[in-house]
């Protein structure tokens, strides 16, 4: 079986594709050098570079990216060369999610109810939130939520957004300090875009037995990649305000407090993004066999998926 050629064409790194030594059922390469391009199987474009010239018969180009568009764009000019593409939003060729929940009992969904779990995870927490961040300036607006959050419920925040330290070179302490003391995790995105929901609900709350308060997705978006009635969205909320009274009640009541807890004993969270190399190898040695595929203006798809997104709550009451 002849090798296929993989080539990496941006400036954005892939910290999820490997070198594709462990595709047992096919063989491929990753190639960086672009005066070849002409010469590989698939392209991965991963922000707006892109080979200049028409595109080789057979050639596939993949789009993959884990960021939102505000930080990695598409050029306008691709036009409908792109075949497929693979990101975390689930209208992808390939849905990419940073973590997904895996029920048990696969017939389980979000609207399943559990018992209380078997232990009270409210039992040494002493403080209320917590929220770890360094960009102060994000698109979401999540600062100044948090800043109003912040009026009428305790929130601890750290780095350089906040008055509290916990360093990045003891970074297992400061997870060890969140899961002992705290209930709430401020799990807040950086932009409000369609599925994007990444590892700050997961690596941050759900792994160290913490409730996250999210922003980012919609809340039905969360649900799809969340399990049964594991956080809280603020727009479930007409305002921080609101939030906050919630907040306050969970924090007296420990039975409601645990129900955000019953799923642990009935589902497991996915590691964080699944590699896609060996479906990328399979595709490269099946590519003459599909029919034509094209994604007619993806920087479009891509670009403006974010626009009119919104919070529910206006710091400016409007």
């Not at 209930?183 to 160290?208: G, M, Q």
Request: glycine share 4%; aromatic share 14%.
């Amino acid at each position: 079986m002849k090798k296929k050629i993989i080539m990496h064409y941006g400036q954005y790194p892939i910290n999820t594709i490997s070198n594709y030594t462990s595709c047992y059922a096919c063989e491929c390469e990753l190639s960086y050098d672009r005066a070849r391009w002409r010469e590989a199987d698939i392209i991965i474009l991963t922000d707006e570079n892109y080979p200049r010239g028409e595109r080789p018969p057979n050639q596939l180009w993949f789009i993959f990216i884990h960021e939102p568009p505000h930080k990695v764009k598409l050029s306008n000019d691709l036009g409908d060369r792109v075949n497929y593409t693979i990101t975390y939003r689930r209208d992808s060729s390939v849905f990419l999610p940073y973590h997904n929940y895996k029920p048990f009992d696969p017939s389980h969904s979000w609207e399943t109810r559990y018992p209380l779990p078997s232990r009270n995870y409210a039992i040494g927490k002493t403080k209320m939130a917590a929220w770890f961040v360094t960009n102060c300036d994000a698109r979401s607006q999540r600062k100044e939520y948090a800043e109003e959050l912040s009026k009428h419920f305790e929130i601890d925040i750290y780095g350089k957004c906040g008055t509290k330290q916990c360093p990045r070179t003891i970074e297992s302490e400061c997870y060890k300090l969140l899961e002992k003391d705290y209930k709430f995790y401020l799990s807040f995105e950086n932009s409000l875009c369609p599925d994007y929901v990444t590892e700050k609900i997961f690596r941050n709350a759900y792994s160290h037995n913490i409730v996250p308060i999210v922003m980012g997705a919609s809340i039905e978006e969360y649900k799809r990649v969340s399990p049964p009635h594991s956080f809280i969205h603020v727009d479930e909320f007409e305002s921080p305000a609101k939030l906050a009274e919630y907040l306050k009640y969970l924090d007296h009541n420990d039975t409601a407090y645990n129900e955000y807890f019953a799923w642990r004993e009935h589902g497991v969270i996915d590691d964080w993004m699944p590699r896609p190399e060996c479906l990328l190898c399979l595709f490269a040695h099946v590519r003459n066999h599909l029919e034509q595929h094209s994604i007619p203006n993806v920087s479009r798809w891509w670009n403006d998926a974010c626009f009119g997104r919104k919070l529910r709550w206006n710091p400016d009451g409007i």
